[in-house]
């Protein structure tokens, strides 16, 4: 049974890092994309990085970008990452990573194919 778990969303202060985790269990295939969304309070989901297994990376506009985000992953370890730097109040939200089963990307939009299989979500709170 595919399973994901993300983990390490929490309150911070404008300003801070974080960095959410989203490990993987249960896929065996070395052929995936993994896309990290977000939902804000009262919006809609918007998709926000994508990393296939190849090691190809997009980011989605409007959202922190690459500017302010960083998606990788431990191949070992089986988890996919997504580091916000210098996070601001907008982006509050819960922070959901999902696999579609094939790695092809879609520049700008995330997963070429479409993602099969989700995690729950981490929190993340931007406060002062």
């Known amino acids: 049974k595919v399973q994901l778990m993300e983990s390490g969303g929490m309150s911070v202060e404008p300003g801070n890092s974080l960095r959410l985790s989203c490990e993987m269990s249960g896929y065996m295939a070395d052929n995936y994309c993994v896309a990290w969304y977000r939902q804000a309070p009262g919006k809609e989901r918007e998709a926000v990085a994508a990393?296939?297994?190849?090691?190809?990376?997009?980011?989605v506009n409007p959202g922190p970008g690459k500017r302010r985000s960083t998606v990788s992953q431990n191949k070992e370890k089986k988890t996919v990452y997504l580091q916000i730097t210098d996070l601001r109040v907008e982006d509050t939200a819960i922070y959901y990573c999902a696999l579609a089963e094939h790695r092809v990307l879609r520049s700008g939009s995330g997963c070429q194919f479409p993602v099969k299989y989700w995690g729950s979500g981490t929190p993340v709170t931007i406060s002062s």
């Open positions: 990393i296939g297994s190849d090691g190809d990376r997009t980011y």
